[in-house]
């Protein structure tokens, strides 16, 4: 094989890595989203159980505040019953009280109701934040796998490129445009072996002269129908 072709192959080589370690690096931000993403649910999971606890100690609160104006109400009733001279009154008062007593009652059965309420809402609301913790420990290993592979991958494409650049002044001025431009629109494969007299690029049959240009390894041989940079394997 010619020492072009060789110096040529050896180069794409290294740009076919290069384009694969820059798809892969394209491709981490896209994971990291997926990662933190999969937070975005649990966080809202422990919202709404934060807002439900909220709702329901509000409610107890307005049940409290019920309960307490009956009580002065009761008080205020007592009082008066306390003062009155008069009898008619007086039970009339009686009834009244009782009525309060009995409604007051019925608020106090209601607020050791929503107090349990309140309580299964707060133990809601743990195990929303324990579920949140867990995947938030998962999500940060994701992430942190994530820059590694960042710092990897990084690490490797500037090795490579330095690679490439000493291979690359190793290429005649005389081919390398042609090259660069068969890397650009040949999807990243300028040189293809010939083998059984085709052009193992497009799979095309190459003609007689075609075939001997690049077997005579004298000079560059170009794939009549792709134009790629053939060469014989030795
Ligand atoms: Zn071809």
């Known amino acids: 094989m010619q020492d072009e072709v060789r110096a040529l192959l050896i180069l794409q080589d290294r740009d076919r890595r290069l384009s694969a370690l820059a ?83 019925d608020f106090e059965t209601k607020e050791l109701e929503a107090m349990e309420e309140v309580d299964g809402f707060r133990k809601a609301q743990q195990a929303a934040e324990a579920a949140l913790a867990h995947t938030r420990k998962l999500v940060e290993e994701d992430l942190a796998a994530i820059a590694q592979r960042h710092a990897r991958t990084e690490a490797e494409r500037v090795e490579v490129l330095a690679e490439r650049e000493k291979l690359a002044a190793n290429v005649p001025d005389s081919i390398m445009p042609l090259y660069v431009r068969l ?28 075939v001997m240009k690049a077997q005579s390894g004298r000079e560059i041989a170009q794939c009549e129908d792709c134009g790629r940079i053939l060469y014989v394997e030795d």
């Open 23 to 105: 798809k892969d690096l394209e491709k981490l931000p896209q994971d990291e989203a997926r990662a933190k993403a999969k937070l975005a649910g649990d966080q809202a999971a422990v919202a709404r159980a934060h807002q439900a606890l909220l709702d329901c100690e509000l409610r107890v609160k307005k049940i409290e505040l019920d309960a307490e104006t009956r009580r002065t109400t009761i008080k205020r009733l007592k009082l008066q019953q306390f003062e009155t001279r008069k009898n008619e009154e007086f039970v009339a008062l009686g009834h009244e009280i009782v009525r309060y007593e009995k409604d007051l009652d």
């Open 183 to 210: 890397m650009k629109t040949k999807d990243g494969r300028a040189v293809a072996p010939m083998r059984d007299g085709r052009c193992e690029g497009c799979h095309m049959k190459l003609i007689a002269s075609t």
